[in-house]
């Protein structure tokens, strides 16, 4: 059987702070198609990590590979320009604007015609794309056209992750997605998740619940003090035994 490509490939990262190492030689890999869960408590490194692949951060040593080219990403707009999308706990939505504002902002569409050269933005086309997008993966909000501001924080959570499926051509990452959720919305937010696979992505979730972890991630790697701590292959939320793998690392 044929090994999965590695979409990413970071080696030997390192990454200090003044006189702090917050990473110390890390390595990290996500194949296609996968969803890895990135654990560790807090100072564990797991954002800084994290921030280093999305252009926030540049290593101060070590390599980093996009389908096995070596890049270098000075800002997060060059990440974005390889394919790799970031929800931060956050989420950066703008309140006062509808569902198709929000997935295009920054993105906006413009019409045709004397419309495109006065530059005036195609609301309808956007909103078409964005009503399609939302409905190819199933999710469950009021309308396009209404302000997320009069969302829950799940549905909120969902048109942050529609927006990355639109632009995220390889790799999703969610730091938290499931923080201050209800046990209803946690379980759409958990389901969304599973469905990414087959919009060709490849997602990493940053988690501190081990049980959402187990039902969503085919691996887990675990850090520690800036270091990686190990790797567990998972096997739905019934592998006690990998779950008590993660534990044990974690401890």
């Given at each position: ?41 807090n100072?564990?490194?797991k ?7 999305s ?38 939505l ?67 992750i ?9 790799v ?27 919009h ?36 739905g939320?019934?592998d ?12």
């Amino acid at each position: 059987m044929t090994a999965p490509n590695k979409v990413v490939e970071m080696t030997g990262i390192e990454k200090r702070f003044g006189p702090v190492e917050v990473l110390r030689g890390v390595d990290f890999e996500l194949y296609e198609n996968e969803v890895l869960a990135l654990l560790g408590d807090n100072g564990a490194g797991k954002s800084t990590l994290i921030k280093t692949l999305s252009g926030y951060y540049q290593p101060d040593a070590g390599q980093i590979r996009i389908g096995g080219q070596a890049v270098s990403f000075g800002t997060p707009h060059e990440a974005r320009d390889h394919g790799i999308e970031t929800i931060y706990q956050d989420l950066a939505l703008f309140d006062n604007l509808d569902v198709a504002a929000n997935v295009f902002a920054g993105k906006e569409k413009v019409g045709g015609g004397w419309r495109k050269m006065l530059g005036f933005v195609d609301r309808n086309a956007m909103r078409n794309e964005a009503r399609e997008a939302v409905s190819q993966m199933a999710i469950n909000i009021p309308r396009i056209d209404q302000e997320v501001s009069a969302f829950s924080g799940g549905q909120r959570q969902c048109v942050a992750i529609a927006k990355s499926v639109m632009w995220g051509r390889k790799v999703v990452i969610m730091d938290e997605p499931t923080a201050a959720l209800g046990v209803r919305e946690t379980g759409k937010v958990l389901d969304l998740i599973r469905t990414l696979k087959s919009h060709n992505l490849s997602v990493i979730v940053i988690m501190h619940n081990i049980e959402h972890v187990m039902e969503v991630a085919e691996r887990a790697i675990v850090m520690r003090s800036g270091t990686r701590r190990g790797t567990v292959n998972l096997n739905g939320p019934q592998d006690r035994e990998s779950h008590d793998e993660i534990v044990k690392m974690l401890m």
